[in-house]
């Protein structure tokens, strides 16, 4: 039964994933994609990440403890293979009239061969509206699934809510013991059951979640609610298992297995002592010479092109707002490697009209740039955006550049309003 759920689940994340990179090939077609296009892409979007945390939860293999109707699951299929289709339609006409001014032959043939953009934008939203109740019914079974636990921001914290089963109670809080009993649960069944020093790690995880109890209160009461779960903040180097969450190294298991040896002189005097200084991650700012605010508009010109910038957007106005250089002076010591770079830009469109156009694209040295964000003054009112550089495609030395991208219709412009970036260090060894 699980199976068969997980691989429909699967199967639609495919679908949904499939649909929301069609749209990125479509928005050639102005008069839709202003409107319509940006708000089914929301949908998706919303239907995407849900059917994500879903899947995460059958994987994860956490038992649920009620009786859920998957049926619907298989009507919602079907009906994203439709939806699926008519974005392929857009997408042969965005690939096969977008390329020229004037019309060619083929053009011509293809004009009268195939449905017009506005016959298949109609077909598009029915059938978006009825995957309307399919919608309502999907979230329903992630919060059945979830309970109070879909408030809960850090996954590993979740996952423990949920095999404590407080979420079927729809409970606020819980027993800290009874929470540290499943995430040791847990840190076993990551590490193949295979504990060097039981005792070391209940009592780490003990610790761990004490700092917390009672962040939402007075005193301490001996139990964890969500809002103080939450002040343990998830990130890239705390959320795959509990023992990255608590910060657990092999090292202090056999450390703290037998304490009594550390009384025992094992070495001369004049011997240096070893580094016992922990080695964590490490956040350097990274200098940027940026003297102020830059804009692309309308009436501008495009500095950079194919083939350093491809796919949708890449034949809009841009200019070059700032570079950064990864130096190699920002490397704490030998004992750290590079794990990336973390970049934060205030950015704003226009501002009146439409929005979700604009976007900005990273470079690094001369290769082909990379589309970090589009500026979207709905989903993102605070005008603040974030985008990472994995570790794999930078280095120290690199040079990264920033340009920003605007359409050439009447009116539209992008501003850059600030920079700031940080490169990412962890440990060597890890």
């Not at 979007?45 to 879903?54: N, T, V």
């Not at 061969?113 to 999907?138: F, H, T, Y």
């Not at 804009?295 to 194919?306: A, F, L, Q, S």
């Not at 589009?374 to 920033?402: A, W």
Request: glycine share 4%; hydrophobic share 40%.
């Amino acid at each position: 039964m699980i199976s068969d759920t997980l691989n429909t689940l699967t199967t639609i994340y495919g679908c949904i994933s499939t649909a929301v990179s069609e749209f990125q090939c479509m928005k050639d077609i102005n008069e839709i994609t202003n409107k319509k296009f940006p708000i089914y892409e929301r949908i998706l979007y919303s239907l995407q990440e849900s059917i994500e945390r879903i899947i995460k939860i059958f994987k994860n293999k956490i038992p649920i403890r009620h009786t859920l109707k998957f049926d619907f699951l298989d009507i919602l299929q079907l009906k994203l293979d439709g939806i699926t289709g008519l974005l392929d339609m857009f997408k042969k006409w965005d690939k096969i009239m977008g390329v020229r001014k004037c019309c060619s032959f083929e053009q011509f043939v293809f004009l009268i061969r195939n449905p017009r953009p506005s016959n298949i934008l109609q077909q598009l939203e029915i059938a978006i509206n009825d995957i309307e109740p399919v919608m309502k019914e999907l979230i329903k079974l992630e919060y059945d699934i979830l309970g109070t636990a879909i408030d809960i921001e850090h996954p590993i914290l979740q996952k423990a809510w949920v095999m404590v089963g407080a979420n079927q109670l729809n409970e606020t809080d819980i027993p800290l013991h009874t929470l540290v009993e499943h995430l040791f649960s847990m840190y076993e069944t990551e590490n193949n059951y295979l504990v060097i020093n039981k005792e070391y790690i209940l009592k780490r995880i003990t610790d761990f979640l004490i700092i917390f109890d009672g962040m939402a209160s007075l005193v301490s009461d001996g139990r964890l609610s969500i809002v103080e779960l939450n002040y343990c903040k998830p990130s890239k180097y705390n959320s795959s298992s509990v023992k990255e969450m608590v910060n657990i190294t092999d090292k202090e298991q056999y450390d703290n297995l037998f304490p009594f040896i550390k009384d025992i002189p094992n070495k001369k005097d004049d011997e240096p002592e070893e580094d016992t200084f922990t080695y964590t991650h490490y956040d350097a700012d990274i200098p940027i010479d940026f003297k102020g605010r830059v804009c692309v508009d309308y009436t501008g010109h495009r500095t950079i092109k194919e083939p350093l910038c491809l796919g949708y957007g890449a034949d809009f106005n841009n200019l070059k707002a700032c570079e950064f250089i990864i130096s190699s002076d920002l490397l704490p010591s030998n004992k750290y490697q590079l794990y990336g770079v973390e970049v934060e830009c205030s950015a704003t469109d226009q501002g009146f009209g439409g929005t979700n156009q604009s976007h900005l694209r990273y470079q690094i040295n001369d290769e082909i740039t990379v589309k970090a964000f589009q500026v979207d003054r709905e989903l993102c009112r605070d005008n603040m955006y974030h985008f990472s550089i994995p570790p794999e495609d930078i280095k120290l030395g690199d040079t990264v550049k920033l340009w920003i991208f605007s359409p050439g219709w009447s009116g539209w412009c992008m501003w850059l309003n600030s920079v700031k970036a940080s490169a990412n260090f962890i440990p060597a060894n890890m």
